[in-house]
């Protein structure tokens, strides 16, 4: 193996205490990761501070994960990493429904209604990346300026021809596999001659299934035809290298990184469990990058160390250091405060923890928005049993999906959506496979042969839906905190409030109805039903629905024109503070029917280059700390 | 081990068979049924795990190889005893998620709170080896996987 082993360096608190880095990054996910490497491999000493622990990056610390996860009776997205009450992570299982009027404060993050959101983000090295499923769609252009277009959300302070070259960065660094055809044909530009780095994952033949009835039928909406088509999701998992890709030269996937020779990273093999943990670490996670930052040997990473003060120079607004709580043990509250110092100040731990650490050390905002705007995209769920068996519950967690109403000028009064076809079952809805089993067992009273078909029967052919539907920013959904919600640490817990407004809850409706029309078209039987007594169900206009949140936090830090009107500039730079960004999709504005992280990757290779030129500017070259 | 307890171990197998619907081979290459053998015996005790061992195999002689009178048997003796019943359907779940699932209100009522009767999965060696993932002819989420590709291709399993 050509490539260089990864050597992380670990450091103690004194070696941090005795040391000013030109460098400071609070949180080890994929924002900190990408300016980490960027900014080390451009001279600059770095500090990662990570609140949870190490052992991701250590062979055997990820198969301890993959063996809780095993053993773990509830598989949620957070199942594989055990909980750490001095770095608490929310997890969908401790959701409960609300009782109007009521705070709900039993868990981390402290709900304050009217809807109870059960997204999750995941406080380990490597972030939420540790769990996420991999999907990377670029946002559309008409995305950047939904306020202009469509009167909804806000406007980007660019457009999507500024972001075009680093979606194409971000895409090179995390390896992604995916058909450009497929993706132009649902309206995203691309430049001439592009392709991914790796082809798109096989179609499943589930989704093969679908397309054969689905593909070509038409759907008005507003006196406008929508084409449904089948088409792939471009992932970040790795694939089969793209001859063309970069002009001929090809593509090497990365391998993990690991401080033990090994170094994993398999072609994908058909897992069928990219959330929340590929075994073979297919799936690209920010330890590959922080692996990168690690190889310059100037980058720093003290874990077990959350932030939980940002202190401000009251004279120049200058950011001095960021203090920060450091345990031993997550068994135990014992603690050490200390402070990081720098040049430099990124804050990447991601859209809830920024707005809280922000709100903690009293940082605002002038424009008062630091909290505010928190966006996610709530999903609606419709699942149906296909006519024939299709072998469900095989290959990647959604390699399909439905993208006609993504955009149209139905956005001026109903919110847009993308529709996943999911080939792990109805799970996400019902709890299923393992709810099947107990039913067959408990209620139907199933065993032996008669058992075995009945599993093929019910789990064989489900089809389950995701509608991934757009959330505008509104000030009211927001982060804050509150001196009587802290953790065991001490440190604020983040309050959250959302509600899912009309322009959304149309959109519920609508979906409905074509998932109705989807299920009629292929000729499945529509098993859909929603509970009044789910934590994500309301009504709208007499009709029930539940919404599942989509663990795409955002918009808690926007960016744009002014310090009126944004937290951050375009670099995802403070307004208020010079030398302090804000990372991550807390910075963006609209999160359209993307998920996340593509984008905010390519947001982060857009800071790195200012805070380059920051760095050697007059200003923070002599700052004095 | 015992004369007895290797005897019911035998049972065991012969009753896993019957209610899981997979052959002695399919079960014995899981190498779980010592380890839910001892499972079970952990959770609700020996005795109760001997009694329901032993009707099945009295069950199993008096039907003498006769399906109907031996599902019959099942039926009334095993799966619709307010005492039997529930373990027989834990040991169903066992043997394809494996997860033990605490016993029922009503069981623990009747029959004594055991002390390590709680909802656990056995261990992560157990976790691969659920027949529910042969059963629908895909692999356990996470583990054994069948490669590059395999899920365009048609499923093997079909309906009856």
């Known amino acids: 193996m050509s490539q260089k082993q990864t050597s992380v360096q670990l450091v103690d608190l004194q070696t941090v205490a005795n040391t000013t880095y030109d460098v400071v990054i609070v949180g080890a996910g994929i924002s900190g990761a990408v300016v980490a490497k960027e900014l080390s491999e451009q001279g600059n000493q770095v500090l990662i501070l990570e609140a949870g622990s190490y052992k991701d990056l250590t062979l055997a610390g990820f198969q301890s994960y993959v063996n809780t996860f095993y053993t773990a009776v509830e598989k949620d997205n957070n199942a594989p990493f055990p909980r750490n009450p001095n770095a608490p992570s929310p997890r969908s299982p401790d959701v409960s429904k609300l009782i109007p009027g009521q705070t709900d404060a039993r868990n981390y993050l402290v709900q304050q209604g009217p809807l109870a959101l059960d997204s999750s983000y995941t406080r380990v090295t490597g972030g939420t990346t540790m769990h996420w499923e991999g999907k990377t769609p670029r ?127 398999e072609r994908c093999q058909g897992n069928a469990n990219c959330t929340p943990l590929c075994p073979v670490q297919a799936k690209y996670d920010a330890r590959r990058t922080l692996g990168k930052a690690f190889r310059t040997n100037r980058v720093h990473l003290l874990s077990q ?23 031993q043990d997550s068994d135990s509250p014992q603690h050490t405060t200390a402070t990081a110092k720098g040049r430099l100040f990124v804050i ?39 006519p024939k068996a ?39 809805a019902t709890g ?88 009629q078209r292929t000729g499945a039987e529509d098993c859909t039903h929603y509970d009044p007594t789910d934590y994500g169900y309301f009504t709208y206009k007499g009709e029930g629905y539940t919404f599942k949140g989509g663990n795409h936090y955002a918009g808690t830090h926007v960016m744009g024109t002014n310090k009126h009107n944004s937290v951050v500039d375009k670099y995802q730079r403070s307004w208020d503070h010079k030398n302090l960004y804000l990372v991550g999709a807390g910075s963006m504005p609209t999160i359209g029917t993307s998920n996340t992280t ?6 982060c290779f857009i800071s790195t280059e200012q805070m380059m030129k920051d760095l050697k500017s007059q200003e923070l070259r002599h700052a004095v700390v | 081990m015992s004369i007895d307890r290797s005897q019911l171990m035998k049972h065991f197998l012969d009753f896993s068979v019957v209610v899981t619907g997979f052959s002695k081979f399919n079960l014995q290459g899981t190498d779980q049924v010592a380890a839910y053998y001892a499972t079970i015996e952990k959770v609700v005790g020996d005795e109760i795990l001997a009694e329901l061992l032993r009707t099945f195999h009295r069950l199993a002689e008096q039907a003498t190889g006769n399906q109907l009178i031996m599902d019959r048997g099942m039926r009334t003796d095993i799966f619709g005893s307010e005492k039997l019943g529930p373990i027989a359907r834990n040991i169903i779940k066992l043997w394809y998620v494996a ?62």
């Open chain 1, 139 to 265: 946002m559309i252009p008409d995305d950047f300026k939904t306020r202009t277009l469509h009167g909804q959300g806000l406007d980007w302070p660019m457009e999507y021809d500024e972001i075009m070259p680093y979606y194409r960065i971000a895409e090179n660094e995390l390896g992604i596999s995916g058909s450009v055809e497929d993706q132009k044909a649902i309206g995203v530009p691309f430049k001439e001659g592009y392709v991914y780095p790796m082809q798109n994952m096989p179609p499943s033949y589930l989704d093969q299934k679908v397309a054969e009835k689905l593909d070509d039928t038409k759907i008005e909406l507003n006196g406008e035809t929508y084409q449904l088509e089948v088409k792939t999701f471009p992932q970040a998992r790795n694939g089969v290298p793209h001859p063309d890709y970069n002009q001929g030269k090809g593509f090497i996937p990365d391998k993990l990184t690991s401080v033990h020779p090994v170094e994993y990273g």
């Open chain 1, 305 to 327: 160390a959350v932030a939980s003060k940002i202190e401000i120079n009251s004279e120049n607004g200058h950011v001095t250091a960021v203090q920060f709580k450091h345990y």
């Open chain 1, 348 to 386: 990447a731990a991601n859209a809830v923890e920024n707005a809280r650490l922000l709100l903690a050390s009293g940082i605002k905002s002038t424009s008062g928005l630091v909290g505010k705007n928190l966006m996610d995209h709530p999903y609606m769920l419709a699942w149906g049993l296909m």
């Open chain 1, 390 to 428: 299709t072998g469900t519950m095989r290959g990647p967690i959604c390699t399909s999906g439905i993208s006609a109403f993504r955009q149209g000028s139905f956005r001026n009064q109903q919110a847009a959506f993308a529709i996943d076809i999911h080939n792990d079952g109805w799970g996400w």
């Open chain 1, 432 to 519: 299923s496979p393992y709810s099947e089993v107990l039913d067959i067992v408990n209620n139907k009273n199933k065993y032996g042969q008669e058992l075995r078909q009945e599993l093929i029967s019910r789990i064989s052919r489900q089809l389950l839906l995701a509608f991934m539907i757009e959330l505008p920013a509104d000030p009211s959904n927001q982060i804050a905190i509150d001196p009587k919600y802290t953790d065991r640490l001490g440190n604020y817990r983040p309050l959250v409030s959302f509600n899912v407004p009309d322009y959304c809850r149309q959109t519920f409706a609508y979906a409905r109805h074509v998932s109705r029309l989807i299920f």
């Open chain 1, 598 to 603: 593509l984008t905010l990757a390519a947001l």
């Open chain 2, 99 to 160: 997860t033990w699932y605490q016993l029922p209100q009503s069981w623990r009522d009747n029959f004594g709170v055991k002390e390590n009767d709680v909802t656990f999965v056995v261990s992560p060696q157990a976790y691969p080896e659920g027949l529910l993932w042969p059963a629908i002819g895909v692999n356990p989420p996470a583990a054994k996987a069948p490669g590059y590709g395999t899920w365009s291709s048609p499923p093997v399993i079909t309906l009856r």
